[in-house]
């Protein structure tokens, strides 16, 4: 297994934005281990990819890390609080986590969904948000290069769009810690790259903050992302920096047939050639 990457020495005496310790979680109703001695650390500034095949462990994974629940073994920390001894309602408000599956009004305005991150709500709570608030939301936009989305009904957006404008929500509570849940599902490939393009650089204006991508393909991670974490049958394969994971020999362990790996500008891109094919 590739080793859990050591500490830069600006970060060494950080405390670790994400912290497991043997975390292993069992569906009660039938005794199966989704997930099964996990260890992992993420540290300020760090940008992680998590991959692995379908039914791998990468969901229940994610939901731990945003404490949408607890571990049957081991320990969670996040944000430097330990799941079972904190309030998980307050620790949630300082989590961002973008899903395609989120609940959103269709008819809302690009801007009203981020002001809803302000709220934690899915409608808008309009008293509660003031001209800084507004402004804020308006900036997150820009910031993600969608600013001429404002005053677009949601439900019209593409789906790169949307991708965006749910990002800039999640950050309306400036988190220290960003969860991407499958960002670039369905996704063309203009959008794609838009998005690509977006994420590197939110994670270049914003040194201190974490994230973790949950994908299927290494085209979709922009280039700030510096390591990743690859599940098996519910056990960390390997972890660490991404020149040492993202091989040829450790994605086809990971995904059970014979991958080839390329990088090329600080972009990836993997293929399986069919046996017998030049």
């Known amino acids: 297994m590739a080793g859990q990457a050591a500490p830069s020495p600006a970060h060494a005496h950080e405390a670790a934005v994400l912290r497991l310790r043997d975390v292993s979680v069992r569906r009660h109703t039938t005794d199966q281990v989704i997930l099964d001695g996990v260890d992992w650390t993420v540290r300020p500034g760090e940008h992680w990819a998590l991959l692995g095949a379908n039914g791998a462990g990468k969901t ?26 904190v309030d998980v309602r307050e620790l949630r408000t300082r989590i961002g986590h973008v899903t395609s599956a989120q609940r959103v009004p269709q008819d809302l305005t690009a801007h009203a969904v981020v002001l809803t991150g302000h709220s934690g709500t899915v409608q808008p709570l309009w008293r509660t948000y003031d001209d800084q ?7 997150l ?20 769009q949307r991708a965006r404008v749910l990002i800039a929500r999640a950050l309306m509570a400036d988190p220290a810690l ?9 996704l063309d490939l203009p959008s794609r790259e838009d998005l690509v393009e977006a994420m590197h650089h939110l994670a270049k204006g914003r040194p201190g903050l974490a994230t973790v991508t949950v994908t299927h393909h290494l085209e979709e991670l922009f280039p700030a992302v510096g390591h990743a974490l690859l599940l098996r049958e519910g056990r960390a394969l390997a972890r660490g920096p991404v020149d040492d994971v993202l091989t040829g020999p450790l994605l086809t362990t990971c995904f059970g047939r014979d991958i080839t790996v390329a990088r090329r500008d600080g972009r990836w891109s993997a293929y399986s050639a069919r046996p017998g094919r030049g």
């Open 141 to 160: 936009l820009t910031e993600l290069g969608v600013k001429e989305l404002a005053d677009r009904p949601y439900g019209v957006c593409s789906g790169g």
């Open 60 to 85: 229940t994974l994610l939901r731990l890390l945003g404490a949408l629940m607890h571990p049957t073994t081991g320990t969670v920390e996040v944000l430097g609080s330990l799941l079972g001894r």
């Open 133 to 139: 608030v507004r402004l804020r939301a308006h900036e």
């Open 178 to 186: 960003l969860l991407l849940d499958e960002p670039f599902n369905a």
